[in-house]
């Protein structure tokens, strides 16, 4: 997969999962769809945090910091990126 789908992916299944699972205190759904829906998001929210772990080349464990979202996300983005020292920086140049 191209680094730069890679990133379009990572954003879209934070934004996504984010809305989902704020978005299902507000519904007026039954309490079985609201709690499903609320997983689902904080499911997708995760698996954008691992593409997101994946890119900076750092350990998949940060992932759970999607569970802290807002708060954790801001944890994520100040990890230092350490895939320029392991080669990926030449794949994101195509070479």
Request: glycine fraction near 10%; aromatic fraction near 14%; hydrophobic fraction near 50%.
């Amino acid at each position: 997969m191209p680094l730069h789908t890679k990133k379009t992916l990572r954003t879209a299944l934070i934004v996504v999962g984010c809305l989902a699972a704020v978005t299902a205190n507000f519904l007026d759904l039954n309490l079985d769809s609201t709690w499903l829906q609320f997983f689902l998001g904080m499911g997708i929210v995760l698996w954008g945090c691992y593409f997101w772990t994946e890119l900076k080349n750092r350990s998949r464990w940060f992932m759970l910091w999607g569970f802290l979202a807002p708060i954790g996300l801001f944890g994520i983005s100040l990890l230092k990126d350490k895939s320029l020292k392991s080669g990926l920086a030449s794949e994101e140049k195509g070479i």
